[in-house]
């Protein structure tokens, strides 16, 4: 488990991490990650009214080949079955022998990206939905601060329970970690191919703002710390389905894992959106 301040289990306790301002207090951050950006960074609010492309670490090396044949096919369909195509292959997911799993490791090896986004999809809370917060911390180094219930202490039962959830969904896997590295990359390039900017208004229903960390505000004007990975929608009517209350908030696109329209078929029917958690400024209405 990474080294945490002292503080970490009561983030109340410190006057300096619980002041408002622009940066990512220290007991939902850590201090390494796998991208080009550090946690404290790429969490803050300054990200969010400044955002930059954010890499993983060796992604879009080792995955040169599949990022050039998508440059030359205009279709955006056709570019998203080349890359679940390509991800079969590169994984060897409908051939798990050639990957040099054997009929005893097959079961768990069959849980690869596709089944860790219909997991969630089904509830963010699952075993599945631990994985996908696990990835989260370590390649971008965000904390989660809920799973099933609050993770506050990380020596107390939650975390632990979370810690054995991810534990148990990433074991046996083929590079379960890797297929979501390349996931993010991909849908990181359809935004830049689009070229459509680099924010997008999001919105997320709630019955009441306690449900969520709020770091400073008054009114209708919050700066509220999402988990690390979060569902929101592009529908605010969507939203209003999902509580009494309406948090619309400016999302950098270089913090969306996934969206329902990249690979149409995977997230139904919500205009759902998986967002990277961090501080966010964010509007609070009712219906």
Not at 15 to 40: E, F, M, Q, Y
Not at 146 to 169: Q, V
């Amino acid at each position: 488990m990474p080294t945490r301040s002292d503080n970490a289990a009561n983030p109340c306790s410190s006057s300096d991490n619980s002041a408002p301002g622009p940066t990512l207090p220290t007991w939902a951050r850590l201090p390494i990650n796998r991208c080009n950006l550090p946690a404290v960074i790429l969490g803050s609010l300054t990200f969010q009214r400044h955002p930059t492309a954010l890499v993983l670490d060796g992604v879009a090396e080792l995955h040169a080949e599949l990022f050039a044949l998508l440059d030359g096919i205009y279709a955006a369909a056709e570019r998203a079955q080349l890359f679940r195509d390509y991800v079969a292959a590169h994984f060897c997911l409908d051939h798990l022998e050639d990957a040099g799993i054997d009929e005893h490791s097959k079961k768990r090896a069959k849980a690869n990206w596709l089944r860790a986004l219909r997991g969630w999809s089904f509830d963010a809370d699952s075993r599945e939905g631990a994985v996908l917060k696990g990835w989260v911390e370590s390649r971008f180094g965000l904390l989660p601060r809920f799973h099933g219930e609050p993770l506050r202490d990380f020596t107390g039962p939650a975390w632990l329970r979370y810690e054995e959830m991810r534990a148990g969904g990433i074991s046996g896997t083929n590079a379960l970690e890797a297929q979501l590295d390349l996931l993010y990359a991909y849908c990181q390039y359809e935004f830049a191919r689009a070229a459509t900017g680099d924010r997008l208004t999001l919105y997320r229903g709630i019955n009441r703002l306690g449900e969520h960390e709020v770091l400073s505000g008054e009114g209708r004007r919050q700066v509220v710390l999402f988990n690390n990975l979060a569902s929101f929608t592009a529908n605010r009517e969507r939203a209003g389905e999902f509580g009494d209350y309406i948090l619309a908030t400016e999302i950098p696109l270089a913090k969306i894992f996934f969206h329902c329209a990249l690979l149409p078929g995977i997230l139904k029917g919500e205009d759902e959106h998986l967002v990277i958690g961090g501080a966010y400024e964010v509007t609070l209405s009712t219906l």
